[in-house]
Each structure stands twice: as C-alpha cells, then as structure tokens.
C-alpha cells in the first residue's frame, strides 16, 4: 500500500509466479475499513522481533 499524488491510494500487487510489481489505484467505492487493515498488515509481522527491544 502507498499513497500517491492528492492523497490516492495505490494497492502494491507483487505476482506469486514471475514476481513482478503492479500498481492498483483504489476506488471511491472501495471499503476504506479494508484498505486500513490492509495498510496496517505489515506492522503485526515486523522483520525482527519487538520482545528485544526495551527503552532504557
């Protein structure tokens, strides 16, 4: 998910088979509720673990 141009959104579809990149703009009609779980996804499955770090 990114956000292009006047505040659109653009679904990142990476292909499973040959790997390539598509953009999708959203539309007006589309779930926003959705797009929210959505962009927010990659947060539950950070790349290193959060239980490591501490502020001292």
């Given at each position: 998910?990114?956000?292009?141009?006047?505040?659109r959104w653009v679904l990142i579809h990476r292909c499973?088979?040959?790997?390539?990149?598509?953009?999708?703009?959203?539309?007006?009609?589309?779930?926003?509720?959705?797009?929210?779980?959505?962009?927010?996804l990659p947060l539950t499955?950070?790349?290193?673990?959060?239980?490591?770090?501490?502020?001292?």
């Amino acid at each position: 998910m990114t956000v292009r141009g006047k505040g659109r959104w653009v679904l990142i579809h990476r292909c499973t088979k040959c790997g390539r990149l598509r953009l999708n703009r959203t539309a007006g009609d589309d779930n926003q509720l959705l797009l929210v779980r959505l962009a927010a996804l990659p947060l539950t499955m950070p790349p290193f673990p959060f239980q490591g770090l501490q502020d001292d």
